[in-house]
Antibody, heavy 121, light 111 residues
Framework: QLQLQESGPGLVKPSETLSLTCTVS??????????WGWVRQPPGKGLEWVGS???????YYNPALTSRVTVSVDTSTNQFSLRLGSVTATDTAVYYC?????????????WGQGTLVTVSS | QSALTQPASVSGSPGQSITISCTGT?????????VSWYQQHPGKAPKLIIY???KRPSGVSYRFSGSRSGNTASLTISGLQTEDEAEYYC???????????FGGGTKLTVL
């Protein structure tokens, strides 16, 4: 069974860079037709797609975040990562990593448990 | 790009059926028939329950069904059960440049 697990600091200072890693087990990123991505959820609010990456490194970002976000993949470690720069309190959220469907990446079929990242000095 | 519009809350009694709507503009759906729905219990990760408007992943109850008419997608839950009480989100594939667009979420209460 495919499993995804987020890891990274739970506290980031304003203006700094948020960095998270998602480790995939029970399957391989390399050569798979799936996309891999990040979704976030501010406390008490709804879901927001952040960005996605293919196994070959092609990236797709939420237009509202594109100037600050980088999603990358490391097939040698079976991980993919999120970097979000110049964070503010509005970036405080639970961040989920997820697998997206092939071809269009239009649905998220496996999710990590989520990790809360708080932006505060 | 604004989120897709969902009612903030719906409610129903055990055994009843409810429908949750998800409304957007034509560009929000990008000319594709690629709408998915997610169920989220408090403190848990979302779970895929419908994809490509009408398809159910393996293991998801037949009580969950999806449809779409024009710029409104709908999720119907029949034979409501207490464990169906959760937040539900729709998501559309809006095409190149926008990609995935979520709805604001609907809180389902089973009375």
């Amino acid at each position: 069974q495919l499993q995804l697990q987020e890891s990274g600091p739970g506290l980031v200072k304003p203006s700094e860079t948020l960095s998270l890693t998602c480790t995939v087990s029970g399957g391989y990123i390399s050569g798979s037709p799936y996309f891999w991505g990040w979704v976030r959820q501010p406390p008490g609010k709804g879901l927001e797609w952040v960005g996605s990456v293919s196994y070959s490194g092609n990236t797709y970002y939420n237009p509202a975040l594109t100037s600050r976000v980088t999603v990358s993949v490391d097939t040698s470690t079976n991980q993919f990562s999120l970097r979000l720069g110049s964070v503010t309190a509005t970036d405080t959220a639970v961040y989920y990593c997820a697998r997206l469907s092939p071809i269009y990446g239009d649905y998220f079929d496996f999710w990590g448990q989520g990790t809360l990242v708080t932006v505060s000095s | 790009q604004s989120a897709l519009t969902q009612p903030a809350s719906v409610s129903g009694s055990p055994g009843q059926s409810i429908t949750i709507s998800c409304t957007g503009t034509a560009s929000d759906f990008g000319g594709y028939n690629l709408v998915s729905w997610y169920q989220q219990h408090p403190g848990k990760a979302p779970k895929l329950i419908i994809y490509e408007v009408t398809k159910r992943p393996s293991g998801v109850s037949y009580r969950f069904s999806g449809s779409r008419s024009g710029n409104t997608a709908s999720l119907t839950i029949s034979g409501l059960q207490t464990e169906d009480e959760a937040e539900y989100y729709c998501c559309s594939y809006a095409g190149v440049g926008i990609y995935s667009l979520f709805g604001g979420g609907t809180k389902l209460t089973v009375l």
